[in-house]
């Protein structure tokens, strides 16, 4: 065992409990879990866990997870930076504080994995120190430094402001600049009132749609819901018409709690789209809008209860779907064992545990799309559902249970929890930071 994994088997016995180490396992290193044994030590456990990721490398991984847990005790940081590179000049902080105001907050990803925690000087042996370099330079080199800074300032603010669609978000709140997002869905520009969706995935095209649901939808048909500018997908429940040489629909396989069609939403609804619920009054804020890692404006909403989820389908006049309903959308007519038939997931095909820890953004998986055309059906983020009442009806049942229903699978779930035949439950009033929701509206053509 090197020495760096030495301090970290020391660190992790010295921080962690018994039950955080073994949901650590199980969120995020199911393989190891299955390893664990009642009765085992915590210093065994700790063993088979860093000997489990050096070797199937995912080292950094562990650490990012552990900084999950315990930002305080494991701090991430990047191996490739040697250790005479850590201490940071007071003019490499200045760049560095710069570079992160005037970068818009998508750029960042959702796991600051290279981000370095670095030893800092006080502030004041800082300013003592940037007083006694300047204090070193002749006054005109002074002069021209200080007119070169300005200069490069002005340059940067000036292109920044004259780029089409960039957002000031020093000088806006989030909600504002969500709001004025979708405050004018005419303008002339190329690309008008881009939603997070095609901000995030070149493989979802905008479609200008009349205001009004069509009329006798078929299969393929799309339409912009004109709320929150979400792609619905429409999802019908008898087999298209495809002449009897074609096997793509020979089995028939829908619940008999289907009569009609859908509209289904396209994508997991984002943070950008709730966020607007939010400013208009219509939704409680995400449990976790502060934390920059799950807030980003393409990624799918996570933080919020089953009660979060129904008041947002209410606001779009629209509901959550019903286990019918989401099961049809995923599996089709052919009972498919994932949304996109019979192949393992990739990560080309969804977001789950093998791939980069973290949520990945709404429809970026475009090859895992549904027969129907819907976008993360599996991984990514545990979907809320309801309980079949009926296709057409937008209300939740009565009585509520004291669980609702999960589906899909999420960014830390295995390949087998990703399978449209799998259940999970929750108490409806928890939230966590792998469960989201999309909406439908059913089709109500006479």
């Not at 009329?215 to 048909?221: D, F």
């Not at 912009?224 to 500018?229: A, C, N, T, W």
């Amino acid at each position: 065992m090197t020495n760096q994994n030495a301090a970290l088997r020391r660190q992790m016995i010295g921080s962690l409990t018994e039950d955080d180490l073994r949901g650590l396992c199980l969120d995020y290193f199911p393989n190891i879990y299955a390893d664990l044994t009642t009765g085992m030590t915590m210093s065994r456990m700790v063993e088979l866990l860093l000997n489990g990721c050096a070797r199937n490398g995912r080292y950094h991984d562990l650490r990012a997870a552990l900084h999950r847990i315990n930002p305080l005790a494991f701090p991430h940081v990047d191996p490739n930076e040697s250790e005479s590179t850590r201490l940071n000049t007071v003019q490499s902080d200045l760049v560095e504080q710069f570079t992160a105001v005037i970068t818009p907050p998508f750029a960042h990803s959702r796991i600051p994995i290279t981000k370095i925690e670095v030893e800092v000087l006080p502030i004041q042996e800082k300013v003592n120190s940037l007083l006694t370099s300047l204090w070193l330079l002749t006054p005109l080199w002074t002069l021209v430094s200080l007119c070169l800074i300005v200069l490069l300032v002005f340059i940067v603010v000036l292109l920044t402001s004259s780029l089409p669609g960039v957002v000031n978000v020093t000088r806006l709140p989030m909600v504002q600049a969500v709001t004025s997002t979708f405050s004018n869905p005419d303008q002339s520009s190329p690309n008008p009132t881009l939603t997070a969706v095609q901000q995030s995935s070149a493989a979802l095209q905008r479609i200008e749609e009349p205001a009004q649901l069509p009329k006798n939808p078929q299969l393929g048909a799309r339409w912009l819901r004109p709320q929150d500018h979400m792609q619905m997908v429409y999802v019908p429940v008898n087999p298209p018409q495809l002449g009897n040489t074609s096997p793509q629909f020979n089995l028939t396989v829908v619940s008999p709690n289907l009569t009609y069609g859908f509209w289904l939403d396209q994508t997991e609804v984002s943070n950008q789209q709730y966020d607007l619920c939010v400013a208009l009054g219509f939704c409680n804020e995400s449990a976790l809008a502060a934390n920059a890692d799950y807030h980003n404006p393409t990624y799918p909403v996570v933080g919020v209860s089953w009660f979060d989820a129904t008041a947002y389908c209410t606001w779009v006049a629209g509901q959550l779907p019903t286990v019918s309903q989401w099961t049809h959308a995923a599996a089709g007519f052919q009972n498919s064992t994932f949304p996109w038939g019979e192949a393992e997931p990739t990560c080309d095909l969804a977001q789950f545990n093998d791939c980069e820890i973290g949520l990945a953004s709404v429809g970026s998986k475009p090859d895992g799309r549904s027969w129907a055309g819907a976008y993360d059906l599996a991984g990514n983020v545990w979907e809320w559902v309801q309980a079949d009442g009926g296709e057409t009806a937008v209300d939740p049942p009565r009585d509520t249970p004291r669980v609702q229903m999960l589906r899909g699978g999420g960014w830390n779930s295995d390949p087998r929890q990703m399978q449209n035949s799998v259940r999970k439950f929750e108490n409806p009033n928890n939230w966590l930071d792998h469960l989201g929701f999309r909406c439908v509206y059913p089709d109500l053509s006479p």
